[in-house]
C-alpha cells in the first residue's frame, strides 16, 4: 500500500478521543510552557548541563542517556520541550484508553490536566532531562495498558516498567495508581447476582493478580539490567536521593511501620499544605467539587451495583483504597533519605484525571448524569487555568532569577579581575551563595513558587560550581574555583570572619596565593 493509504487506513482507526486527549495535551502543553521553551533560562542544576551525557548509571538510571541522546546531549529547549509534550500527549491518550474516557471533553481536560499540573512545571526548570522524564511517564503508563489488554500483557508490561525506572524511578507511582484504578475497574465491571459470586471474584482476582505479575517482574528487569551495567562500567550506586538505600533495607533497619506512618503523614501533608494541589479559593473550590461529585457518584455506584452482596469485591475495593496514599509515596519506602521534591510528586495529577475519567462515565443516568458531567468539566476546567497561571508564574520568577544573577555575576566578576594580586587562573575560594544582608530577598512569587523546587528564590548561585559555570557559559570567563573542602580551615578563621561581605570594599583578598571570596556573612 502507498503511504498515503496507510495513513489514511491509520487515521480512521484512531478514536475521536484519542485525538481529543493528545491534541488538548500537546497544545495546552505549548500554551503554558513557551515561555521557557522560547528561552534559554538556566536553574542551578542546568548551568552545569548545557552538554551533559545523561550516563548517570549510578543513580540508577541507566536508560536516561539513550532516552535523552534522541534530541542529542546539548540543552536545546525548543527541541526537548516539543519532544517531551509529544511524549506527553501520548501518555494522555494511552491515559484515556486505560481510563475508558469515551467522552471527548472528558479525554480533552485529562490531557489539559497532564500538561498543566505544576509539577511539569519544575520539569520543565530542569529542561535538559525533559524528553527523557516525559519517555519514562508514557512507558509508565504503557505498562499498565498492556496488562489490562492482553492477557499476557504483563511481560511487555514489566519491560515498560523496567525501562521506565530505567530512565526516572518517580514515574513508578504512576503504574501503581493506575494498576490499582484499573483493578476498581476490573471488579466494577458486570458485577453476577446472588450465586455466582465466588467464580466470578476467583476470576477477577487471576486477571488483578497480572498487575502484581507485571510489577514484580519489572522490578526484576530493572535491577537486574542495572546490575549489569554497574558491573560493566565498573561502577556502584552513589548517594544522590538516596538511591544506595535500595538494596540495602534502609527502610526495615528504620522500621517498616515508622516508614509507612512517614508516607501517610508526607501525603496529608502535601495534598493539604504542600502549596501546590490549590493555592486559591478557585482551585479548592475545584478540588473540593470534584471531591464531593466522586464520592456521590461513589456512593451511587454501591447502591446500583449492590456491592454489600459481595463482600470479597467489597473488601478488595476498600484495601486498594486505603493503600493508594502509600503507594503515591512508594518512594519513601524504597528510599526514605530522599529529598522529595515537586518533580518526584507529579503522580498527584492521577488523581484529578481519575475524578474526570470516572464522572464522565458514571453510569449515572438523566439529569443525574449531566450534573455530573457538567460539575466534572467545571471543575477540572478551573484547574487547568489555575495551574497554567501559576505555571507562568513560576517561569516569570525564573526569569528574574536569570536576569539577577547575570547582574550579579558581572559585577562579582570585575572586581575579581580588579583585585590586587589577581592573575588568570589564580585558584579561588569561595562559598556558592549570595549574602542575604547585603542583597535581601525580592522575590515576589513565595506564596505561589515556594514549594516548586527550581522555580523560587533570587538567584541560580548554590556551589562554587554554579558561580564558575554560570561565568563560564554566559559571560566568557574561565575561572578556577576550588572544591568546597578548600575552604574547611579558612571559613571559621578569624581573618575570614573580618573580610567584609561582598561587594564590601575588603570581600575580597588574596593569601597565601588563593584567592578568598567572601559572598555573605559567615556568622549567620
Not at 475524578?355 to 466534572?376: I, Q, Y
Request: aromatic share 14%; hydrophobic share 50%.
Amino acid at each position: 500500500m502507498s503511504p498515503g493509504r496507510v495513513f489514511r487506513i491509520l487515521g480512521k482507526k484512531i478514536k475521536p478521543e484519542w485525538k481529543a486527549a493528545f491534541f488538548a495535551c500537546f497544545s495546552v502543553g505549548l500554551l503554558i510552557h513557551m515561555p521557557i521553551l522560547l528561552s534559554d533560562i538556566p536553574n542551578h542544576d542546568g548551568l552545569a548541563s548545557m552538554y551533559f551525557d545523561q550516563n548517570m548509571v549510578t543513580s540508577g538510571r541507566w536508560f536516561l542517556t539513550v532516552a535523552c541522546g534522541i534530541s542529542s546531549y546539548y540543552t536545546i529547549p525548543w527541541v526537548i520541550g516539543l519532544l517531551g509534550l509529544f511524549y506527553l500527549s501520548l501518555a494522555a491518550t494511552a491515559l484515556c484508553e486505560l481510563l475508558e474516557v469515551r467522552r471527548t471533553w472528558a479525554a480533552a481536560l485529562c490531557g489539559a490536566l497532564l500538561a498543566s499540573f505544576p509539577a511539569l512545571a519544575s520539569t520543565f526548570a530542569y529542561v535538559y532531562t525533559l524528553d527523557g522524564y516525559m519517555m519514562a511517564l508514557l512507558l509508565a503508563v504503557l505498562a499498565v495498558l498492556f496488562v489490562k489488554k492482553y492477557r499476557r500483557g504483563f511481560v511487555p508490561g514489566a519491560f515498560c516498567l523496567a525501562f521506565s525506572m530505567g530512565i526516572y524511578q518517580s514515574y513508578l507511582p504512576f503504574t501503581m495508581i493506575l494498576s490499582v484504578f484499573a483493578v476498581w475497574m476490573l471488579f466494577l465491571k458486570n458485577v453476577p447476582g446472588e450465586g455466582a459470586e465466588r467464580a466470578w471474584f476467583m476470576e477477577k482476582m487471576r486477571s488483578a493478580l497480572r498487575y502484581v505479575y507485571m510489577g514484580v517482574l519489572g522490578a526484576a528487569f530493572y535491577y537486574g539490567i542495572l546490575q549489569i551495567l554497574l558491573k560493566l562500567q565498573g561502577k556502584q550506586l552513589g548517594d544522590y536521593q538516596g538511591i544506595g538505600e535500595m538494596a540495602s533495607g534502609a527502610a526495615a533497619e528504620r522500621g517498616i511501620l515508622l516508614t509507612l506512618q512517614d508516607m501517610y503523614v508526607d501525603f496529608a501533608a502535601f495534598t493539604l499544605k504542600g502549596n501546590v494541589l490549590f493555592q486559591n479559593i478557585f482551585s479548592m473550590l475545584a478540588w473540593i467539587l470534584l471531591t464531593g461529585l466522586v464520592m456521590k457518584a461513589a456512593f451511587s455506584a454501591f447502591r446500583r451495583l449492590k456491592l454489600w452482596k459481595n463482600p470479597g469485591t467489597l473488601a478488595v475495593l476498600l484495601l486498594s483504597g486505603a493503600v493508594l496514599p502509600g503507594l503515591t509515596n512508594i518512594v519513601l519506602l524504597i528510599s526514605p533519605s530522599v529529598n522529595y521534591h515537586l518533580l518526584m510528586r507529579y503522580q498527584w495529577v492521577l488523581y484529578a484525571v481519575g475524578a474526570v475519567a470516572l464522572l464522565s462515565g458514571s453510569g449515572e443516568k438523566g439529569r443525574k448524569r449531566v450534573c455530573l458531567e457538567w460539575g466534572a468539566l467545571l471543575a477540572a476546567f478551573v484547574l487547568v487555568l489555575c495551574y497554567g497561571i501559576t505555571d507562568n508564574i513560576a517561569y516569570s520568577n525564573l526569569q528574574k532569577k536569570y536576569e539577577k544573577t547575570y547582574a550579579y555575576c558581572v559585577r562579582l566578576l570585575d572586581r575579581i579581575e580588579q583585585t590586587e594580586g589577581y592573575y588568570p587562573g589564580i585558584p579561588i575560594a569561595m562559598v556558592g551563595v549570595v549574602g542575604e544582608e547585603q542583597f535581601p530577598s525580592t522575590d515576589l512569587t513565595l506564596p505561589v513558587t515556594s514549594g516548586m523546587i527550581g522555580m523560587n528564590g533570587d538567584s541560580l548561585l548554590y556551589t562554587g560550581v554554579n558561580y564558575q559555570e554560570f561565568l563560564k557559559n554566559y559571560l566568557g570567563a574561565t575561572l578556577n574555583i576550588l572544591p568546597a573542602d578548600a575552604m574547611e580551615e579558612m571559613y571559621y578563621s578569624e581573618e575570614y570572619i573580618a573580610m567584609d561581605s561582598f561587594p564590601g570594599a575588603n570581600s575580597m583578598g588574596v593569601i597565601d596565593g588563593i584567592l578568598y571570596i567572601k559572598t555573605e556573612n559567615s556568622e549567620r
